[in-house]
DNA sequence: TACCAGGTCCTCG
DNA sequence: CGAGGACATGGT
């Protein structure tokens, strides 16, 4: 498997796809293609970009996107997307707030640790996370309770912009069906860390399109088992 | 109506 | 270790 030419395979089906989307006030959807430099325009007393892309990467394991852009959205008319903020909040009214999301008792949870960690730890600042090395950052995010190594990844690349490969389901899906099965997490990102030039603009888009592409292809699933059942 | 969605933690053998 | 279960909502 050529890891690059299929970067350019996906990159020309798929279009850019401008990961991490941020929740944008008047829009229906999150807004997707905002640089990272830029980032920092979007702050104010009540919502930091950086801490918003740690909260997403959170809400929306094991769950659609869709559910996380609500939940989100409900924070933002909270103004609860800084650590402080959201700390502010009472425990059962974050439950509330972030309903949508699913599992919102174990994700209120992991969302007032994490923030109480970067209160107690780093000035309610996660972007002061980025004057340690990068695979330190990872190991202590991996000490977070709620927060594994999918998570941690997503956090250090895209709040943090660090060059490091995100593994979901779908780059694993992805993998076997090209003949490149692993066993763990870290043999995943490796194959591709090791196969492609160390940009994390590039891992970032990778890693979006690898999604898009795994949304796609169960959507055409679905239809040719509609399309079986109606001929049959 | 089941099954799935950009996982993680815990328990048990 | 590794398999199996719990966690929860919304879309199809």
Redesign the pocket.
């Known amino acids: 498997m050529q890891v690059m030419r299929v970067y350019n395979e996906l990159r020309r089906r798929y279009g850019q796809q401008g990961?991490?989307?941020l929740y944008v006030r008047n829009t229906k959807d999150?807004n997707y293609g905002i640089p990272y430099k830029d980032l920092k325009k979007y702050r104010t007393p009540f919502r930091d970009p950086y801490f918003e892309i740690a909260v997403?990467?959170i809400l929306?394991?094991?769950?659609?996107?869709?559910?996380?852009v609500?939940a989100i959205e409900t924070l933002y008319h909270a103004k609860a997307l800084t650590p402080k903020r959201l700390l502010a909040l009472h425990p059962r009214r974050l439950q509330t707030l972030i309903?949508?999301?699913?599992?919102?008792?174990?994700?209120?949870k992991k969302l007032r640790l994490f923030s109480e960690w970067l209160a107690e730890e780093h000035k309610s600042d996660i972007l002061r996370l980025k004057k340690y090395k990068m695979h330190d950052i990872r190991y202590q995010l991996?000490q977070?309770?709620?927060?594994?190594?999918?998570?941690?990844d997503?956090i250090l690349l895209?709040a943090l912009n660090k060059p490091i490969f995100?593994v979901?389901?779908?780059t694993r899906r992805f993998c076997r069906a090209r003949g490149k099965a692993f066993?763990e997490?870290d043999d995943y990102r490796l194959f591709f860390e090791s196969a492609l030039p160390r940009s994390s603009k590039l891992f970032q888009e990778y890693?979006?399109l690898l999604?898009a592409c795994?949304?796609n292809q169960?959507k055409i699933s679905?239809n040719q088992l509609v399309d079986i059942r109606d001929g049959g």
């Open positions: 990961w991490w989307p999150a997403g990467a929306t394991q094991n769950t659609a996107w869709k559910n996380v609500r309903r949508p999301a699913g599992y919102f008792r174990q994700k209120a991996l977070r309770w709620g927060i594994g190594k999918e998570t941690a997503s895209y995100v979901d389901e779908y066993r997490y890693h979006a999604v795994g949304k169960a679905k």
